[in-house]
């Protein structure tokens, strides 16, 4: 880690961050209210600079810009914020207005504005909830003239030989937020860290720990506990106590730091930045999931993915040739492991020259995509954003003779060293070169691609090996004379974005106006790219560590808008053992993006290579992903119309559970099924905690767990045993069958199970389209709501949402389990119909057995995208 900044080696930070302000007031006679807008001049009593501050109303949150005047107007993030995001205004209703403050109210949050210091107070229904500026951190470094005698590090610094020239001076921005009664604060990815975020200062500001960074780095196997950023950066922040959730997100592309100290009263957190202005808003929840709704009204929702990508992935740096790609594929079959896409590295291609192939490697590339999908499945290469300089390729031409790059501080294209060697890197802030980078995915000029072929954008923080912290310098220059540092987190975004247009064009190519939904993974991301698409959490290690951290990191992504990711299962680094592999596939059952890969020095680990024990566990690992993928992917229709995540903390589904607020290895997939995997070597035995007054029901044998009166419940475990419950009052869309890939699943019957509530009551949801194009954003999906109460199990359309995808697959099976009575005591009758379903008996999904009390209905051939009801009745 010695090749990266701490706060006390970044000018700005070491300046700014605990640091308090120099006497920032509002002018009074300056305060305006034009409509949802609060405008006022903002002014430094040291300096005498003036700033202008807005803060505006919207329905939901505030938000809260400050900038200096239109003359020295600075760099602000594009491309992040929803277009329509106006639409969504509210107003100030004025409560009292004194000399001192302005108390204003926005739905049922009440505002207070104090003029000097500059002071913002938030509270909801009387309760406090943020204050900004309450301990008078906030400082705004306004533009100036180079002076003899200036500070160290306010015009050049200097970082393991790499100097910054720092042309416009000290730029920086600190504010304080704190969160009055509130002992938990989550977010802020990507760290290796817990998802309750630790101190990092005490009340006296003493340091206790580095403060959480967010700056985009290729970081080399890093540590499994550290507030270091990481590969992608969403500076967005929770808060919660008992009866509120709230947020805090700031819109700034710049590197950033942030300390968190916590007190019996608050939590408080100092946050700084390099540069950029400050667009801070502010989530006023009161609940997880308004916060969530709320982040996405700003940021936009979630791409909803192609059904193949939920499946399993398989991937390692490097499959050698296309003959290893076949024998890979091939052994997925003899071993009876579905799987759905097959992924190259770097290594398939002609000396690293991203759209080519090594054609002694892969001479035919075309055919081997084509053999690959006639088993229903796909192929991923890789395209990275550091581009070869080389005359001689194509991409590397046209681009140089574009002005395409990015430059150095003398306006030359900036050559770094990547992979291939020396290499330029593509100005993806210029939307002209944006078109142009979408352009090369078409079929005629990425030669050798097929529709089948998808795409993985690694390396894009940018990584470039003799740069600054393995980075771009600050001072390289993008399109509008932009330096790098104002953008630096952006820049995978933007990369991610454009790759994603090219398959978005391409698909319209191919299959016409309803197109393909691209599918590109991304290393590096910010705000907006679950817009985009999935990520993962970057080079992880083969040890039980970072088997643990996955949980909260993704966790943790996930509840910042992001919630497509996943870990690299095994750990990208070292060599697992086979418990390890075989605990790794059984959590990542349950992760957003499920995918193994493995660097290129370490042994191949496919599923089939640990013993005969370690294959069949991980067959069947695998095989309980496809069966939840109905209900996975209906999650994530939620996610991409509402912003929820898929893979939830338990605080999230139960924030007036106060146990569950500081608790991250265990957690929910969506509402219904909570999952405590086993994290440690040689576990005979897991504490699990199951919240609420339940029931929850053991997803292995239907069984209702009994925790003691504290929630806690110790579950004995084996190699075989992945501790995880359904929780009472919700039904699951699942399909059973096993099958080689989703699209070998396409026309398989579904399962219900339904685990009833205390009141005898389930509901649950399926979400139905092509699984491919976007041919549901003109509404032909089908979007199925079921119910059960009083006996009577009911499917109907969800209200509101259209009923224009039809399909005649039916329901194979219904489960229930949670009845008062043995199921030999019930018969089935369809309403409409004269029809008797006799109760039976049969395993649950997932399942060994069932109880007594479970009843299972075979073949009611029940139409899984129709209108029907079944009343269960007592036969005596």
């Known amino acids: 880690m010695e090749d990266f900044k701490k706060c006390t080696d970044a000018a700005f930070c070491n300046r700014l961050?605990?640091?308090?302000?120099?006497?920032?007031?509002?002018?009074?006679?300056?305060?305006?209210?034009?409509?949802?807008?609060?405008?006022?001049?903002?002014?430094?009593?040291?300096?005498?600079?003036?700033?202008?501050?807005?803060?505006?109303?919207?329905?939901?949150?505030?938000?809260?810009?400050?900038?200096?005047?239109?003359?020295?107007?600075?760099?602000?993030?594009?491309?992040?914020?929803?277009?329509?995001?106006?639409?969504?205004?509210?107003?100030?209703?004025?409560?009292?207005?004194?000399?001192?403050?302005?108390?204003?109210?926005?739905?049922?949050?009440?505002?207070?504005?104090?003029?000097?210091?500059?002071?913002?107070?938030?509270?909801?229904?009387?309760?406090?909830?943020?204050?900004?500026?309450?301990?008078?951190?906030?400082?705004?470094?306004?533009?100036?003239?180079?002076?003899?005698?200036?500070?160290?590090?306010?015009?050049?610094?200097?970082?393991?030989?790499?100097?910054?020239?720092?042309?416009?001076?000290?730029?920086?921005?600190?504010?304080?937020?704190?969160?009055?009664?509130?002992?938990?604060?989550?977010?802020?990815?990507?760290?290796?860290?817990?998802?309750?975020?630790?101190?990092?200062?005490?009340?006296?500001?003493?340091?206790?720990?580095?403060?959480?960074?967010?700056?985009?780095?290729?970081?080399?196997?890093?540590?499994?506990?550290s507030p270091f950023g990481l590969y992608g950066s969403i500076p967005f922040l929770w808060a919660q106590k008992l009866g509120f959730t709230v947020g805090a997100f700031w819109l700034n592309a710049a590197e950033m730091f942030v300390d968190v100290g916590k007190t019996d009263a608050a939590t408080f957190t100092n946050w700084v930045a390099e540069s950029g202005i400050l667009d801070l808003f502010l989530l006023l929840g009161p609940t997880p999931a308004k916060v969530s709704e709320q982040y996405a009204q700003i940021t936009g929702t979630t791409a909803l993915?192609?059904?193949?990508?939920?499946?399993?992935?398989?991937?390692?740096?490097?499959?050698?040739?296309?003959?290893?790609?076949?024998?890979?594929?091939?052994?997925?079959?003899?071993?009876?492991?579905?799987?759905?896409?097959?992924?190259?590295?770097?290594?398939?291609?002609?000396?690293?020259?991203?759209?080519?192939?090594?054609?002694?490697?892969?001479?035919?590339?075309?055919?081997?995509?084509?053999?690959?999908a006639s088993h229903g499945r796909k192929v991923v290469t890789i395209i990275d954003p550091h581009i070869k300089r080389d005359p001689g390729y194509n991409i590397y031409q046209e681009a140089e003779q574009n002005h395409y790059f990015v430059r150095d501080k003398d306006g030359k294209d900036f050559d770094g060293w990547c992979w291939p060697g020396s290499s330029s890197y593509l100005d993806m802030l210029n939307p002209e070169v944006r078109s142009w980078w979408a352009q090369q995915f078409s079929l005629s000029k990425y030669k050798g691609s097929t529709p089948n072929l998808y795409v993985w954008n690694d390396m894009n923080e940018p990584s470039v090996f003799n740069g600054p912290e393995i980075t771009m310098p600050k001072d390289n220059l993008h399109w509008g004379e932009v330096e790098h540092r104002n953008l630096h987190n952006l820049n995978g975004a933007l990369f991610h974005q454009a790759t994603a247009q090219g398959l978005v064009e391409r698909g319209k190519a191919v299959f016409g106006s309803d197109g393909d939904r691209p599918f590109v993974l991304s290393r590096a991301f910010f705000a907006g790219t679950q817009r985009i698409g999935p990520i993962w959490t970057g080079d992880n290690s083969a040890d039980w560590d970072h088997l643990r951290v996955s949980l909260p990191m993704i966790m943790s992504v996930g509840i910042a808008g992001l919630p497509f990711n996943g870990a690299d299962v095994g750990g990208f680094f070292g060599n697992p053992d086979a418990e390890l592999i075989t605990r790794w596939n059984q959590v990542a059952t349950f992760y957003p993006f499920f995918r193994g890969h493995a660097h290129l020095d370490t042994k191949r680990r496919e599923p089939w290579l640990f013993g005969e024990d370690a294959t069949r566990r991980i067959r069947e690992a695998i095989r309980a992903r496809y069966v939840l993928l109905p209900y996975i992917y209906t999650l994530f229709r939620h996610a991409n119309t509402t912003g929820l995540p898929i893979m939830r903390p338990l605080w999230y589904e139960f924030p007036e559970v106060e146990a569950t607020h500081g608790i991250d290895d265990e957690f929910l997939l969506g509402p219904a099924l909570l999952v405590a995997p086993v994290l440690d070597a040689g576990a005979e035995s897991r504490a699990v905690y199951l919240p609420g007054t339940g029931p929850w029901y053991s997803a292995k044998t239907g069984e209702v767990a009994t925790p003691d009166s504290s929630g806690a419940l110790s579950v004995p475990v084996t190699m075989d045993d992945v501790p995880s419950f359904l929780r009472g009052g919700h039904i699951l869309p699942l399909r059973e069958r096993a099958r080689r890939s989703t699209a070998a699943a396409k026309h398989d019957p579904y399962t219900l199970l339904v685990a009833l509530d205390s009141n005898g009551q389930a509901a649950g949801e399926l979400y139905l389209d092509d699984g491919s194009s976007f041919a549901f954003q003109r509404g032909l999906y089908a979007h199925r709501l079921f119910t059960f109460k009083d006996g009577l199990l009911s499917s109907q359309e969800l209200p509101g949402t259209p009923s224009r995808y039809s399909t005649d697959v039916a329901i194979e099976r219904i489960v229930v389990v949670g009845l008062r009575q043995p199921a030999s005591s019930f018969s089935v009758t369809e309403v409409g119909s004269v029809k008797v379903l006799q109760a039976g008996a049969g395993p649950v999904v997932l399942a060994e057995g069932v109880p007594e009390s479970a009843l299972v209905i075979r073949k009611p051939e029940l139409p899984i995208a129709g209108d029907w009801s079944i009343r269960l009745a007592v036969t005596a």
């Open 305 to 372: 993915p192609q059904y193949f990508s939920l499946g399993y992935h398989q991937c390692r740096w490097n499959y050698r040739d296309e003959a290893d790609v076949r024998q890979v594929d091939a052994n997925f079959d003899k071993f009876d492991i579905p799987y759905d896409v097959i992924w190259l590295d770097i290594e398939h291609t002609d000396g690293k020259r991203y759209f080519t192939w090594d054609k002694n490697l892969f001479p035919d590339p075309v055919k081997l995509q084509e053999d690959v």
């Open 17 to 225: 961050l605990g640091a308090r302000d120099e006497g920032y007031y509002i002018d009074p006679a300056s305060v305006k209210v034009f409509g949802p807008a609060v405008n006022a001049k903002l002014l430094n009593k040291a300096t005498g600079a003036d700033f202008t501050l807005t803060l505006k109303a919207y329905k939901g949150f505030v938000r809260l810009l400050v900038d200096e005047d239109a003359s020295r107007k600075r760099f602000e993030v594009p491309g992040v914020l929803m277009h329509d995001l106006e639409s969504r205004e509210g107003s100030w209703v004025m409560k009292a207005q004194t000399s001192e403050s302005w108390q204003l109210r926005c739905g049922d949050a009440e505002l207070q504005l104090r003029y000097s210091p500059l002071q913002i107070d938030i509270s909801i229904k009387g309760q406090p909830v943020m204050s900004f500026n309450s301990r008078q951190m906030f400082n705004f470094e306004h533009k100036r003239q180079k002076q003899e005698g200036d500070p160290e590090g306010w015009w050049e610094e200097t970082f393991k030989g790499h100097t910054d020239s720092k042309p416009r001076g000290p730029e920086g921005i600190s504010f304080d937020l704190a969160f009055p009664g509130m002992q938990h604060v989550y977010g802020l990815p990507e760290h290796a860290t817990t998802l309750s975020l630790k101190p990092t200062v005490d009340l006296a500001d003493n340091i206790t720990s580095e403060p959480y960074r967010l700056y985009n780095l290729d970081v080399f196997e890093y540590v499994a506990d």
